[in-house]
């Protein structure tokens, strides 16, 4: 069975290919989305998804979140008392769909589609890749998130022949796509983005309102103070989703703000933001070689989506609302489910072909002639164009710079620029050359990109025939096979929650950050709840602990959303 994955920045889904359409598959807690946080819990266990958020703000020192967006580096996050990649904590994340998976379908789940930002690098593909990898899953595709999302709206809303632009704003990423559907054929004509904004970058700017308003800069070193003001601002961000305006107090020490804002104050706080989101669409409809007017739909994709003011930007931006028929949150999973089931080779899909492309410039480092007879060097040679239809493979032939030369190193860049000092360095290979004339030893260099994004590099001399073939490493952020072997047996020595505990856990959680957020006689109520509630489950009595866990539950909606004093559960 390959199950379909969206390994989201702030939450993350998996869905399946069945009974002739995508389904989303439900968590141990019954809901499709999974935060996408990691945490060791008091007793060395780990903890995925609800539960894990809940503890942000109790115990921000053993809980991680956000670690997509370092994917691909050597940043490392420390739990409790080891530090993990951004690969480990996402392989926690799959493994716990994983297993929401194969309790849905009864049986084992071995293979998987997963999407990934369609701006991502060569290096931030491999991790995602490794990712998988830890987490016991073959990855049998990596999938572009908007061209997930197209493939989802493509099957839902049907039709022969249209053209539309997928506007995908998640928490950590931005992603737009051209895609042109005829006769059961999904075409990808160009893609562009941002891998650095998304939500979290709009949640971000009312914090600095925050700070603005009296909050000392050294509050910003308390960890729990910054998860509680954090959770606070996404709740007003929401709040301005539906009401014309919020305000809410914070408290540090002795220090306190209150933030009030509004509709259009919000807007015009976000406008460096909104002004960011223009570039890669502009970029992708001029490669495209496609006028907005000329879209038949716009498809809005990613939780960011929700906020108004996007949406009313993308109105403005193509004169017409957007299409929004699939919730925003899942509908890239929807499309993982569907690229799973053309993987599994459906009949339901036998009329679907897709193609894609490459979203960026693929190129290596050359030297230049000058007018006056000297060289410059740090000159941007393109090998494979932007949006270029993958697989591809494209070659180039490059000479020594001098006769003396015993080798040439060719460097490999990804990026836009004409100079490589403002590009991203990929890796290198070198071969070695026989010393002569110029142009008597040249050699090809060949460039070889995939469907799944990784980047193939052949360098041929041309004199001898000697080739150099490498799968393009990412430095000192790449993990060997030995490495991912030492890292696969320390996670496997992991202690992970049962799912059969997960709702207990996550009710306890829950309990605990709001303990640590009531004063007073509310707070002693909280933690007596919590200590009846610990009591119960001391019991092993799985009828007496689901009932008191409703009651729990109920207890504490009624506490947060601050309607009434609710009373201790009864026995």
């Known amino acids: ?48 998804g609800e539960a894990a958020r809940e503890r942000l703000q109790t115990h921000p020192q053993r809980t991680a979140a956000l670690f997509k967006r370092h994917m691909g580096s050597a940043r490392t996050s420390r739990l409790a008392d080891r530090d993990y990649r951004p690969e480990e904590l996402s392989a926690l994340v799959l493994r716990s769909l994983k297993a929401d998976a194969e309790a849905f379908l009864g049986q084992e789940v071995t293979e998987a589609v997963i999407t990934v930002p369609a701006y991502f690098s060569d290096a931030q593909r491999k991790a995602t890749r490794v990712a998988g990898e830890l987490a016991g899953l073959k990855v049998e595709r990596l999938l572009n998130e908007p061209t997930a999302a197209a493939l989802a709206y493509g099957l839902h809303e049907g039709g022969s022949e249209t053209q539309f632009l997928v506007f995908d704003l998640g928490g950590g990423t931005f992603d737009v796509s051209i895609l042109e559907m005829f006769e059961g054929v999904m075409e990808v004509r160009a893609s562009a983005g941002d891998n650095m904004l998304g939500g979290e970058d709009f949640t971000g700017l009312i914090v600095e309102l925050a700070f603005s308003k009296g909050l000392p800069e050294k509050a910003r070193h308390d960890a729990a103070f910054m998860q509680r003001l954090t959770a606070r601002v996404e709740e007003a961000k929401r709040e301005l989703g ?27 706080l976000c406008q460096p933001l909104l002004e960011k989101l223009w570039r890669p669409i502009e970029r992708a409809l001029r490669d495209a070689r496609i006028r907005a ?24 931006m193509f004169a017409r609302f957007p299409v929004i028929g699939l919730n925003p949150d899942e509908v890239v999973a929807l499309g993982a489910a569907v690229q799973a089931g053309l993987k599994m080779k459906d009949k339901a899909l036998d009329e679907t072909v897709m193609t894609d492309v490459c979203p960026y410039t693929l190129g290596t480092e050359i030297i230049k002639r000058l007018d006056n007879g000297r060289h410059a060097d ?18 180039q ?6 006769p003396e030369q015993t080798s040439i190193r060719i460097e490999v860049y990804q990026g836009e620029s004409r100079l490589v000092q403002d590009n991203i360095k ?14 008597s030893d040249g050699v090809d260099v060949r460039f070889t990109y995939d469907v799944n994004g990784l980047l193939e590099v052949e360098v041929s001399v041309v004199a001898t025939g000697e080739t150099r073939r490498v799968i393009i490493e990412s430095g000192d952020a790449h993990m060997s096979p030995k490495e991912i072997a030492a890292r696969l047996e320390a996670l496997s020595a992991l202690k992970i929650h049962p799912r059969d505990t997960l709702e207990n856990r996550t009710l306890l959680a829950r309990a605990e950050r709001m303990y640590e957020q009531l004063l007073g006689d509310m707070r002693e109520h909280v933690g007596q709840m ?8 001391a019991t092993q009595d799985n009828q007496l602990i689901a009932r008191d866990a409703e009651r729990f539950r109920q207890a504490l909606v009624a506490i947060e959303s601050d309607s009434y004093f609710a009373p201790e559960p009864a026995p």
Not at 293 to 316: F, H, K, Q, Y
Not at 426 to 439: D, E
């Open 397 to 402: 032939r490059f000479y020594p710079v001098s």
């Open 242 to 268: 539906s009401q014309a305006s919020t305000s809410f107090d914070v408290q540090w020490e002795n220090h306190h703000a209150t933030v009030s804002l509004d509709t259009d104050a919000f807007e015009k």
């Open 426 to 439: 990929l890796g290198s290979v070198s071969v070695a050359i026989q010393p002569g004339p110029r142009h």
């Open 530 to 537: 919590i200590l009846r509630f610990e009591q119960i489950l």
């Open 1 to 48: 069975m390959i199950v379909g994955i969206d390994l989201g920045t702030t939450n993350s889904l998996i869905a399946v290919w069945k009974d002739g359409g995508p389904r989303l598959v439900p968590n141990a807690l019954g809901s499709f989305l999974t935060p996408s946080v990691v945490g060791i819990d008091d007793d060395g266990r780990v903890l995925v």
């Open 293 to 316: 007017a000329d879209l038949n739909n716009v498809v809005l994709a990613g939780g960011a989506t929700r906020m108004p003011m996007i949406r009313n930007l993308a109105t403005r």
């Open 378 to 395: 740090g000159f941007y040679a393109p090998i494979i164009q932007r949006n270029t239809v993958v697989p591809v493979s494209r070659v």
